[in-house]
């Protein structure tokens, strides 16, 4: 490979890894070239799932910033699934893809510089998506609210309520101390 064709090269992945949320890396060592064409469909759009030099890999991660455990990872032959979107997704792509292909080994990844373990990924492909977590808070959210306008709405209820009591209490010793007057100016006569 030329100069050039390597500058080139390094400075195309250095836009993937500071322009990405997220990769993993992986090995595929053994897998056919269907498959990885399967497996780059499963990715969709979110991935971008790229067979790389590992030495031009280590120089971009570098320029990037990227975690030296990451770099330490790039060992035989590796590819990295570059994520723009939810990181989760593509990181459970990537395992039902392992599951089904054991050749595909997932060696570990970064989220935005900071590097993960192989266990650390495949607990992040465990979580549910963004998007199922995001509907879960707002749901709490939700019934947080509902219930503090519950209770903002029963104190006003709860006044009323005592006030009438009270009332209903004042007329009732209104009466009451009434009477007795009453029966002592009858006496009296």
Do not use: C, H, W
């Amino acid at each position: 490979m030329a100069r050039a064709d390597k500058d080139a090269a390094i400075a195309e992945l250095k836009e993937e890894f500071q322009s990405s949320n997220g990769a993993v890396l992986t090995e595929y060592r053994g897998l056919t070239v269907a498959q990885v064409k399967e497996l780059r469909g499963n990715l969709g759009e979110t991935a971008r799932f790229r067979v790389v030099k590992n030495t031009l890999t280590r120089r971009a991660a570098d320029e990037a910033g990227v975690d030296e455990r990451f770099r330490d990872l790039l060992e035989g032959p590796s590819a990295i699934a570059f994520v723009r979107g939810d990181v989760v997704e593509a990181a459970k792509g990537l395992r039902d893809f392992a599951k089904d292909n054991p050749l595909l080994v997932i060696k570990g990844g970064f989220i935005d510089g900071k590097a993960m373990s192989a266990e650390e990924v495949t607990k992040l492909a465990d979580l549910e998506s963004r998007e199922v977590l995001l509907a879960k808070l707002a749901g709490a959210m939700k019934g947080s609210l509902s219930n503090a306008a519950a209770l903002f709405n029963a104190l006003p209820t709860q006044a009323a309520q005592l006030a009438e009591a009270l009332r209903a209490k004042r007329e009732q010793s209104g009466e009451s101390a009434e009477a007795p007057a009453e029966s002592a100016e009858a006496s009296a006569e």
